[in-house]
């Protein structure tokens, strides 16, 4: 299969708009070696016509304009009366949850003629009654929603398989849908199943594997099983430290408790990842305020030291 890097910023991009961290002064005036990122998404497809988007940023549209293989062509089927296409190669979005940098692009796909969407019921429920991003999406277009089960196993139909599973978190929702609201007190549960999935994707036809998992509170055994025999492993890479936007004054909240694991430290991913047999261990969904995107920075040669690479927008890897 191929997979392409369409955005490898956690929400917000990089730099943010609002932000004059150290990273994001660099990566304005030049100072140090670094290059902006957009909003996390990855394009997989197991001929290099027929993709399929993990997740929809806001900066969908110029991702999709800085991909050729993405944009629409030739003439294919739906052309009109004068001459002009608007088909396009993306058959599906898969999402890994209902947060708003991985979904508004969904709103910006709203000109074709339908759009198929494979979402958890938990995650669909907030698009749905949280957000309404699904109701207002379904004004504009046909959407058919394909309920995605974590542990099953689901064909793509173009050679591709998936399967979802489980990224627990105790983040609290902010929205209240039919599943409760934490917050309230009204039956919410910060660790419902399916408000948060990783994706483990297969070729049927070669067997390579690739994981999907832009965000992860906790390795957890159940999600280190889902590492197995993977030849990539595309992994939160939020922040590197747990205290890294407190120590910044950028957040009140810990790493952990926006429902990302950490990099550095006891029990961060880099010491959990290292160990492992995975041929690249690829860090994706950065936030800004993380100096691995520095490239002279010592927490990236450290990185690299220990054989983990930093994905950048337009990387492209055939598993």
């Known amino acids: 299969m191929w997979v392409r890097v369409l955005g490898s910023a956690a929400g917000g991009g990089y730099p943010q708009w609002n932000c004059d961290c150290p990273a994001c002064r660099a990566v304005r005036d ?29 900066d969908i549209h110029a991702q999709i304009e800085s991909f ?14 004068d001459g002009v296409s608007r088909a396009v190669p993306v058959r599906a979005v898969l999402l890994t949850d209902a947060e708003l940098d991985h979904t508004l ?43 995605v089960v974590p542990g099953r196993d689901t064909p793509l139909g173009e050679g591709l398989s998936y399967r979802a599973f489980d990224a627990p978190t105790t983040k609290r929702p902010r929205f209240k849908t039919g599943h409760g609201d934490m917050r309230n007190g009204d039956g919410g549960n ?16 070669t067997g390579g594997v690739l994981v999907y998992l832009p965000a992860v509170q906790e390795l957890t055994a159940q999600v280190r099983r ?39 430290g006891r029990g961060g991913s880099l010491e959990q990842l290292c160990p492992l ?10 936030n800004n305020t993380n100096p691995i995107l520095l490239e002279d920075a010592p927490e990236r040669r450290a990185l690299e030291r220990s054989g983990l690479e930093v994905a950048a927008d337009g990387l492209e890897l055939r598993i």
Not at 38 to 52: E, G, K, L
Request: net charge neutral; with cysteine.
């Open 68 to 81: 050729p293989a993405l944009r629409p062509g030739g003439g294919a089927d739906g052309g009109c009366d």
């Open 190 to 205: 910060g660790n419902e199943e399916g408000r948060v999935v990783g994706y483990r994707l297969t070729d049927v036809h």
């Open 226 to 264: 889902q590492f197995a025999g993977c030849a990539c492993l595309l992994i939160d890479g939020t922040c590197w430290h747990d205290e890294e936007l407190i120590r910044l004054g950028a957040s009140g909240k810990t790493a952990r408790e926006m429902g990302h694991l950490p990099i550095s």
């Open 30 to 58: 030049g100072s140090r070696p670094t290059h902006s990122r957009t909003q996390s998404s990855i394009a997989v497809s197991p001929d290099y016509r027929h993709w399929f988007l993990l997740n929809a940023s806001p």
């Open 105 to 147: 692009g969904l709103l910006l796909l709203r000109e074709g003629r339908g759009l198929e969407v494979h979402a958890t019921a938990a995650a669909a429920d907030t698009l749905r009654n949280g957000t309404s991003l699904l109701r207002t999406l379904e004004a504009y277009c046909p959407v058919n929603w394909v309920r």
């Open 277 to 286: 047999s995975i041929d690249r261990k690829i860090y994706i969904h950065i």
